[in-house]
């Protein structure tokens, strides 16, 4: 069977849980960056406000928080919001004035929840040693693409797909 001959990477897959919050005015901080849990310990892995890069992304004169930690904690959604927003106090100030939070933001505690997506399969198993390269050819003229077959990354994914494409327009 073709694709028994380079299967995906063996092991569990890696899940992902991301919660959203809608935060009447600005972002904590003003910065369209990443904001990456430096610290180790605690569930969040990064926080980002999506509205400070493009404004639509939330109405008028509110802000969009986008948390994501790696996993699918064993909690339920209103347990992982309290610890979500517990953390995200340390990072980001509990009062408009506190933290490292701007001057006239909402605090963390105010902010409101909008929705929690678990995807227990967002990742492929990506634990060393593993073959980031896979083929793209499975054999009679069957092909695959994905970031299963290389470095699990939008990158990767991207690579593995054009080198699906080339393989196929070589072998017409």
């Known amino acids: 069977e073709p694709l028994n001959v380079s299967p995906s990477a ?4 890696v899940g992902t849980t991301c919660l959203y919050f809608a935060i009447d ?13 430096g610290d180790g310990p605690g569930l969040v892995n990064n926080c980002c406000f999506p509205s400070t890069v ?3 992304y939330a109405p008028a004169g509110m802000s969009l928080a986008s948390v994501s930690i790696v996993g699918v904690p064993d909690m ?9 927003r517990d953390e ?4 980001f ?3 408009a004035t506190g933290g490292a939070g701007a001057s006239g933001a909402q605090p963390v505690s105010e902010w409101r929840h909008l929705r929690t997506y678990r995807i227990p399969f967002a990742q ?8 980031l390269y896979r083929p793209v050819s499975l054999g009679k003229g069957l092909y695959v693409c994905g970031d299963h ?3 699990a990354t939008y990158d990767g994914a991207m690579l593995s797909g054009r080198l699906a494409a080339e393989a196929v327009i070589a072998a017409l």
């Open 88 to 91: 995200l106090e340390t990072w």
């Open 25 to 37: 005015g600005p972002a904590p901080l003003p910065c369209p960056i990443l904001y990456l849990n």
């Open 10 to 13: 063996r092991g569990a897959a």
């Open 149 to 151: 077959r290389s470095p």
């Open 124 to 131: 492929p198993n990506q634990i060393t040693p593993t073959d």
């Open 93 to 95: 100030g509990g009062s």
């Open 54 to 56: 493009s404004p639509s």
């Open 76 to 84: 339920t959604d209103e347990e992982l919001e309290v610890a979500v």
